[in-house]
């Protein structure tokens, strides 16, 4: 039987709680992308914008250890500026090669999804088994 894991970052709690909602569906885990600082406040949405354009791959917390186990890994992210999180480019930079199946799903403001999966295609170098857009 497949083995899956939802794997997000939120900021503001959108992603979040779509993630726990997924969950819910098949009774699967949730490992959630941390960071030391808070994104919250004008100043900190500035560096979400600058670090999207920029394409920074910021320090993050993550217990890594489990994701080979799972065989389906479904990655959730903000859009921000058209673009993924910084965190989840941070994530799927260190542990692109844990990964089998992906799918994934992002929440936004606009009703476009833009690239968003289209980026986070070419950051796991993997085509998803399925996406979503909320
Ligand atoms: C700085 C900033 C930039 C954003 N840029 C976009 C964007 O380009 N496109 C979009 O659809 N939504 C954009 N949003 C809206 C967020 O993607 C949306 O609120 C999302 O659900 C936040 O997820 P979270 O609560 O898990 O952090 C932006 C929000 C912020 C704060």
Request: proline share 4%.
């Amino acid at each position: 039987m497949s083995k899956t894991l939802i794997v997000f970052y939120s900021n503001t709690g959108h992603t979040g709680r779509i993630a726990e909602a997924i969950a819910a569906l098949g009774n699967w885990p949730t490992a959630e992308i941390r960071e030391l600082t808070s994104r919250r406040g004008a100043w900190e949405n500035l560096r979400c914008v600058i670090e999207s354009s920029l394409k920074v791959r910021p320090r993050i917390e993550f217990d890594a250890t489990v994701l080979s186990s799972f065989d389906l890994i479904i990655i959730g992210t903000p859009a921000g500026v058209g673009r993924i999180a910084s965190p989840v480019r941070s994530f799927l930079s260190r542990h692109v090669h844990s990964l089998q199946r992906v799918a994934f799903f992002c929440t936004r403001g606009s009703k476009k999804a833009g690239t968003v999966f289209d980026q986070l295609s070419d950051a796991s170098g993997k085509t998803p088994v399925s996406t979503m857009a909320i």
